[in-house]
């Protein structure tokens, strides 16, 4: 039985930083909503702000997690590392027993807060290539989702802000190609003496390793300075950015702590079912709660949490839904499939350095300084992310890999595969020695995977199967990408700073590399795809239409990671901030016609 919201009176709002908060459905209004938001990271939050910008529209937004106020690892960007898994602002869900991984499960970290991953990730800023946004243009025949027709979501996002150490960014970003105006502040990184010059007298004594200006030109191929979404030495996520602005708003409400379990039938227009009903419960014991939207329903849940709560609603493959006793409402084949992700994998090497972020990780005395340093004036090794410069890079034309599968690339401006440098050790490190990592990941992966559901129960986690090196060509480039690390540090310039390598030590032939990279990669927690758009006449795949809302049904929207149909050759928060401002502008289109 549902307690309707019509007969729920108001006991109060915690008026604070996001607008009004609620805590328990309960507690809150009795009255009508536009639009009821599910999730409020950069895809919820952004349409959520965007939509309640018109004074006369009512707008509800639910996220499944708390605040992220008084987590102050939130806050520090060179924490972040610290924020998952096994915390609990984080899903925790883990993957099936992967293939490709030799029969591993890994950890598949997602935010559980307001804000979303945004607020547990490392905070990158890229964008994408030109080609990644032409090719969803191309395959919607949307030209609305190309890179030159989204330029003014783009710099509407962004302010471009100076690095918490003030240093001169001449050189390392080009101003003219970022926004001034926006939500989200955008910084290079603080200077790391041992580490930058190296890799950048590399990118001249290498020419396969070509030096960048600026990765979010269009074109993302060469070393770049790493973007971060970093203001005044402290992390910018969707709640901090988009909400909080709008704490004085009475036609915003936010209910947090409380999950969403299924979206539901309101009625029929024209025999097609509308979907505007959602029902919610703070746990699985709790009471549970349904509102209806008068416009629409927006599922910005994210690629995981979104697919599951439309074959709990019953939309997606008849077929596995009727295998649940779960009555279809509409047959969507796609939900769930599709599922892309970018593999991860460090390599490390002992280096010839008095101070790395090693000793800061093994000494609690350096530790204490630079913590209290940021907190003090928001400056220091804490005030930055924990990687300076980022790769990004493609396999030769002439690789022979080629000659049996068609390059999965969105283009020549988007890369195969990424280098994340590190100034220590990935994970734990060593009591002695200092390092260097590099990341190598596969980024325009040929893998594909699914999320899935065996169970009625909302609070079960759904079954998450990424695929990770489920194919020739993902395997074929994590080997040659842990290849060009070896020759990137091979370099002159890092002939007396290199003393040994560390991980993969033993391996050597590409068999022995391949087998290294299934023993150990993970995952850069990027999930994309598992609603994806494709093109209004599209029935061969696909689950929502150009303009996000889901086939087949009326008043129902996704806004999320999961509607890319290819994983950007990036990393993916930008891409949903800008696909959710493009979003909201349908939206509020669509409203007004």
């Known amino acids: 039985m549902y307690a309707s919201l019509s007969l729920l009176s108001a006991v109060f709002a915690l008026r604070g930083a996001y607008a009004a908060i609620y805590t328990d459905p ?34 509800l937004i639910i996220e499944a997690g708390g605040l992220p106020d008084d987590i102050e690892d939130v806050a520090i960007p060179f924490l972040s590392e610290t924020l998952t898994p096994n915390q609990p602002w984080d899903w925790n869900y883990v993957t099936t027993p992967q293939p490709g991984l030799n029969g591993r499960s890994i950890d ?32 919607t025949g949307d030209d609305g989702w190309s890179w030159d027709a989204l330029q003014p979501f783009i710099h509407g996002i962004e302010q471009l802000v100076p690095p918490a150490d003030g240093h001169n960014t001449a050189g390392e970003v080009i101003p003219s ?13 603080g200077l790391l003496p041992n580490l930058d010059g190296r890799i950048f007298n590399t990118t001249s004594e290498l020419s396969e390793f070509p030096f960048n200006e600026d990765m979010n030109s269009g074109d993302t191929i060469g070393i770049s300075w790493g ?100 009555s279809a409402v509409v047959d969507l084949p796609f939900v769930g499939s599709n599922l892309q992700d970018h593999v991860f994998l460090p390599n490390t090497w002992q280096v010839n350095s008095n101070l790395t972020y090693d000793d800061v990780n093994r000494n609690q005395t350096l530790f204490n300084e630079d913590l209290a340093q940021w907190r003090n004036n928001r400056t220091g090794l804490f005030a930055a992310a924990s990687s300076a410069e980022i790769g990004w890079l493609r396999l030769p034309e002439d690789d022979p890999i080629f000659e049996t599968v068609q390059d999965p690339s969105a283009g020549k401006l988007s890369a195969h595969y990424e280098f994340i440098f590190i100034d220590g050790f990935l994970g734990t490190p060593p009591a002695t020695g200092n390092f260097l990592s590099i990341a190598t990941n596969v980024v325009s992966p040929t893998s594909r995977g699914t999320v899935t559901i065996n169970s009625t129960n909302p609070f079960d986690f759904p079954l998450i199967d990424p695929g990770l090196l489920n194919s020739d060509f993902d395997i074929h480039t994590i080997v040659e990408a842990i290849k ?85 050759a990036a990393h993916t928060q930008a891409s949903v901030y800008i696909i959710a401002e493009r979003a909201a502008a349908l939206i509020k289109a669509a409203a007004s016609s």
């Open 26 to 59: 309960s507690q809150l209004p009795s009255r009508e909503y536009d639009y009821v938001i599910v999730g409020a990271g950069p895809g919820g939050s952004v349409v959520a702000r965007r939509l309640a910008e018109s004074s006369t529209t009512n707008v």
């Open 227 to 326: 973007q971060y979404a970093i203001r005044n030495g402290s992390r910018q996520d969707a709640a901090n950015t988009y909400l909080e602005p709008a704490s004085n708003w009475d036609n915003l409400d936010v209910l947090i702590n409380t999950q969403v379990t299924k979206v539901f039938k309101i009625g029929e227009e024209s025999g097609v079912p509308v979907i505007r009903g959602v029902q919610f419960a703070l746990n699985s014991t709790s009471s549970v709660y349904a509102v209806n939207a008068t416009k629409e329903v927006i599922l910005s849940a994210g690629a995981i949490n979104t697919p599951q709560i439309l074959l709990l609603s019953g939309l997606g493959p008849t077929a596995n839904l009727s295998s649940l006793n779960i």
């Open 177 to 189: 190609i970022h926004g001034t105006n926006g939500l989200v502040g955008i910084s290079v990184q």
């Open 108 to 139: 598949y970290p997602r935010g559980k807060l307001l804000g979303g991953s945004s607020c547990v990730n490392d905070q990158a800023w890229t964008r994408g290539s030109k080609d990644d946004f032409d090719r969803y243009a191309r395959v």
């Open 484 to 568: 060009a690390a070896r020759r990137f540090v091979g370099s002159p310039a890092f002939s007396n700073y290199i003393v040994d390598t560390v991980i993969p030590a033993n391996a050597t032939t590409d068999d022995e590399l391949a087998q290294f990279a299934r023993d150990n990669a993970g995952t850069v927690f990027h999930p994309t795809g598992t609603t994806a758009m494709s093109a209004w006449n599209d029935t061969s795949s696909g689950v929502v239409n150009p303009d996000l809302t889901v086939k087949g049904v009326k008043g129902l929207r996704i806004i999320d990671a999961g509607i890319l149909p290819f994983v950007p």
